[in-house]
């Protein structure tokens, strides 16, 4: 089973550019088939699924996030990368990474069986 851990900043203000970190070990990224997600709870608030990348660098976005999330990743380093632009209060949460086999894991948190301890972002100013 693979391990996963995310990092970052976790105080932010408006406006700035984020980028949060997931370390993945115990298993490759390049695994066939699998889908390596990032997953945000804002406070008092459920799991968003915020969008997935997969092999061949498919990317996949929730159509609420406005383009303002861009998933990446480095194979060399067996790593995921998730970068927020002009962020907002809105977006002070704790994010997770997440990962599972298959396209029906795309949009449903509850479908992924592997999870980082997540990390806190606060957005203020």
């Known amino acids: 089973q693979v391990q996963l851990q995310e990092s970052g900043p976790g105080l932010v203000k408006p406006s700035q550019t984020l980028s949060l970190t997931c370390t993945v070990s115990?298993?490759?990224?390049?695994?066939?088939?699998?889908?390596w997600s990032w997953i945000r709870q804002p406070p008092g608030k459920g799991l968003e699924w915020m969008g997935a990348?997969?092999?061949?660098?498919?990317?996949y976005y929730s159509p609420s996030q406005r383009g303002r999330f861009t998933i990446s990743r480095d194979n060399a380093k067996n790593t995921i990368y998730l970068q927020m632009n002009d962020l907002k209060a809105d977006d002070t949460a704790v994010y997770y990474c997440?990962?599972?086999?298959?396209?029906?894991?795309?949009?449903?948190?509850?479908?992924?069986?592997?999870w980082g301890q997540g990390t806190q972002v606060t957005v203020f100013s």
């Open positions: 997440a990962a599972d086999w298959g396209p029906c894991t795309v949009g449903v948190p509850a479908m992924y069986g592997n």
């Open positions: 990348i997969a092999n061949g660098d498919r990317t």
């Open positions: 115990g298993g490759s990224i390049t695994t066939n088939s699998y889908y």
